[in-house]
């Protein structure tokens, strides 16, 4: 089973500042096989970014993901009053198809 | 358009079952597997499992198999997550969504066990 481990747990930025957000695996993931999802309290997730780096539809371009083997990550250039959420990691090319733990970005 | 609609909320008594469906509309039912995710208060999400649509393959999470079983209905475009021997740390909503990137997913079920 692939653990992935999210990184910060916790991110405080202001707003137009740029989000480094870090996704490590255990074992190698397939580059098409990683996405990005947002969560907003009381909402289902959204997908973000598919293939680890392929924007899902309507995504803004601030948004950004990156990486492969172990290591990925999910930039947003321009933090937005919006974006403060929490975001997880999935890796969907070997069951069973994990979650990271998630990243907490709130508004310093 | 795409829409994953969830039967309602469920309260359940510890060792006890539930069934949640999840209707699919808007695409072809067939081309498309079906994820399920949970999500305990307060926590992040966990993979639960997923189904082929067109000939019923499933994978379970090790965490929950044996307790947990997906089935799908193409004459309706639905699927059914049952979930067995309810324990309290089973309280969560519940969510389906399509396929392995998650796009679309439905509304949720909460699930609650308590005694």
């Known amino acids: 089973e692939i653990v992935l481990t999210q990184s910060p747990g916790t991110l405080s930025l202001s707003p137009g500042e740029r989000a480094t957000l870090s996704c490590r695996a255990s074992q190698s993931v397939s580059s098409t096989s990683l996405g990005w999802y947002q969560q907003k309290p009381g909402q289902a997730p959204r997908l973000l970014i598919y293939?680890?780096?392929s924007r899902a539809t309507d995504i803004p371009d601030r948004f950004s993901g990156s990486g492969s083997g172990t290591d990925f990550t999910l930039t947003i250039s321009r933090l937005e009053p919006e974006d403060f959420a929490v975001y997880y990691c999935q890796q969907y090319g070997s069951s069973p198809y994990s979650f990271g733990q998630g990243t907490k970005l709130e508004i310093k | 358009q795409v829409q994953l609609v969830q039967s309602g909320a469920e309260v359940k008594k510890p060792g006890a079952s539930v069934k949640v469906s999840c209707k699919a509309s808007g695409y072809t039912f067939i081309n498309y597997g079906i994820s399920w995710v949970r999500q305990a208060p307060g926590q992040g999400l966990e993979w639960m499992g997923w189904?082929?649509?067109?000939?019923?393959?499933?994978k379970y999470t090790q965490k929950l198999q044996g307790r947990v079983t997906l089935t799908t209905d193409t004459s309706t475009n639905t699927v059914y997550m049952e979930l067995r021997s309810l324990k309290s740390d089973d309280t969560a909503m519940y969510y389906c969504?399509?396929?392995?990137?998650?796009?679309?997913w439905g509304q949720g079920t909460l699930v609650t066990v308590s005694s």
């Open positions: 293939g680890a780096s």
């Open positions: 969504a399509r396929g392995w990137e998650l796009v679309y």
């Open positions: 189904i082929g649509t067109y000939n019923g393959n499933t």
